[in-house]
C-alpha cells in the first residue's frame, strides 16, 4: 500500500523535533481527521537554513512531513511556497488516495511558517 519512500521516512523520519529560538513556526490541523502539525524555521537572508517539524497525526503525516522539511530546506522562501501537497506526495513516489489529504498537513504548516515570517518582518 505504501512506497518504500514512505515506509523509509516513517521509520526514519528527517528533521523531526522542536526548535528552540525559531525565526517561524507554522501550525495547521487536518480537518478531515483532527491531526495536528507544526514546522518552525530558522531563515538566513530568504533562506530556509534549518527547518524542523512535530507531527501529531497518522504514519502518512509523519513521512508527508519528514519529506517536506527535506524539500524545503536550504530554498528561498518564494520556493519554499512553490512546494505543494501534490509535489511532496510525488517526492514520496505516491500516497494512497485515501491518505492524499494526510499530505495537505505539510504544505499548509510550511506555507503557513513562511507567513508567520513575513508577518513578523512586516511588523518589524
Ligand atoms: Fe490525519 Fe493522516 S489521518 S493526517
Do not use: W
Request: hydrophobic share 35%; glycine share 8%; aromatic share 4%.
Amino acid at each position: 500500500m505504501y512506497s518504500e519512500k514512505v515506509m523509509d521516512h516513517f521509520t526514519n523520519p528527517r528533521n523531526v523535533g522542536e526548535m528552540n529560538e525559531a525565526d517561524a513556526v507554522g501550525q495547521v490541523g487536518n480537518p478531515s481527521c483532527g491531526d495536528i502539525m507544526k514546522i518552525y524555521l530558522k531563515i538566513e537572508g530568504d533562506r530556509i537554513k534549518d527547518i524542523k517539524f512535530q507531527t501529531f497525526g497518522c504514519g502518512a503525516a509523519i513521512a508527508t512531513s519528514s519529506m517536506v522539511t527535506e524539500m524545503a530546506k536550504e530554498k528561498t522562501l518564494d520556493e519554499a511556497l512553490k512546494i505543494t501537497n501534490k509535489s511532496v506526495a510525488e517526492e514520496l513516489d505516491g500516497l494512497p488516495p485515501q491518505k492524499m489529504h494526510c499530505s495537505n498537513l505539510a504544505a499548509d504548516a510550511l506555507h503557513a511558517a513562511v507567513e508567520d515570517y513575513r508577518k513578523k518582518q512586516q511588523g518589524a
